[in-house]
């Protein structure tokens, strides 16, 4: 089943399944777990399993009840970081289309979710872009209000270089800040930016560089420091679906901030993820509506470059 981008909710997700289909033997590699360390939040064979299926269960109800939209896309066989769908590919509805830039995985433990992750995607109307040899994850993208571009983390996971190709999948201005702290290793566990362009930040998760950068970047208003205590407890890993901001656990002081900006914070206990290093953001691709672009230039762009590569090897 396609999507039709003429009938999007306000906010329209892709969330990953938590286990395998029913389609072949059951067997230990096709539920969500934690079975290795590629981040300092990783603790393996921690997860209570039903515990987890309970509580994704009711993020996607919150979700929905807020007014999203949200598609399944089914879990990799073994590849139980997965169920994270952000960071597989950023997601955009633009000039009638969807496309997906797949994201280009650091660890070599998650690169074998992307040739599925591609293939159903594909199967879901998006014009699926494998960019070049560069680094660079859905975790590490926060788009801007108004198409006004994205920021791009980079440092832990992403590399500076994608920026360039964000930027032309886009084909807006993009941002790359870097992130210093390795507990804080997407941007998107160290930052978040509101629809209204207010941008709660950790400063401690980036360089004093990035910081000054971040405050003259055009379609940030507000900057508001949140405490390195409140980034770590996934405070600023929400998802704003309208009014509604939804948070993968109790963060008093963000959702004392929230409350101040007009928002209505709504805590879904996530832990079982916080234990795999993710939590509300992570667990959701939002499809960016974007205004329109010249999409057949960014395809000579990534051929012609896909070229020269190939007569440079």
């Not at 939209?69 to 066989?77: A, G, I, K």
């Not at 997601?91 to 009638?96: E, H, I, K, M, Y």
């Not at 079982?272 to 230039?297: D, E, I, K, N, Y």
Request: charged residues 20%; hydrophobic residues 45%.
């Amino acid at each position: 089943m396609t999507l039709n981008t003429g009938h999007f909710a306000p906010a329209t997700f892709a969330v990953s399944q938590v286990r395998c289909e029913k389609d072949h033997v059951r067997s230990r590699d096709c539920a969500y777990q934690v079975a290795w360390n590629i981040n300092p939040h990783m603790k393996v064979g921690a997860v209570a399993w039903r515990r987890a299926c309970s509580q994704h269960r009711e993020l996607l109800r919150v979700l929905r009840e807020a007014g999203a939209s949200c598609f399944e896309l089914p879990f990799v066989h073994g590849a139980y970081d997965s169920v994270f769908a952000k960071d597989n590919a950023v997601l955009v509805a633009q000039d009638g289309e969807l496309r997906a830039l797949l994201a280009t995985m650091r660890h070599g433990q998650r690169r074998g979710e992307q040739r599925a992750r591609a293939r159903w995607l594909a199967a879901r109307g998006f014009d699926v872009i494998e960019p070049p040899r560069v680094h660079i994850e859905g975790g590490d993208v926060a788009m801007l209000p108004a198409g006004r571009g994205a920021l791009l983390g980079y440092g832990q996971r992403s590399t500076q270089r994608a920026a360039g190709v964000l930027e032309a999948f886009l084909d807006a201005p993009v941002t790359p800040l870097e992130l210093c702290d390795p507990y804080l290793y997407h941007l998107d566990t160290a930052l978040t930016v509101l629809s209204d362009g207010t941008a709660l930040v950790c400063p401690e998760a980036f360089t004093p560089e990035s910081l000054h950068t971040l405050s003259r970047t055009e379609g940030i208003g507000q900057v508001v420091p949140i405490a390195r205590d409140d980034a770590l407890a996934f405070g600023l890993n929400l998802v704003e679906v309208g009014n509604t901001v939804i948070i993968g656990a109790r963060v008093p002081r963000v959702e004392a901030v929230l409350r101040g900006l007009g928002r209505r914070p709504v805590s879904v206990r996530l832990d079982q993820f916080h234990l795999a290093g993710g939590s509300a953001a992570c667990l959701v691709a939002r499809v960016h509506s974007l205004p329109p672009m010249a999409a057949q230039r960014f395809r000579e762009e990534q051929e012609q470059e896909s070229m020269m590569a190939s007569l440079s090897a």
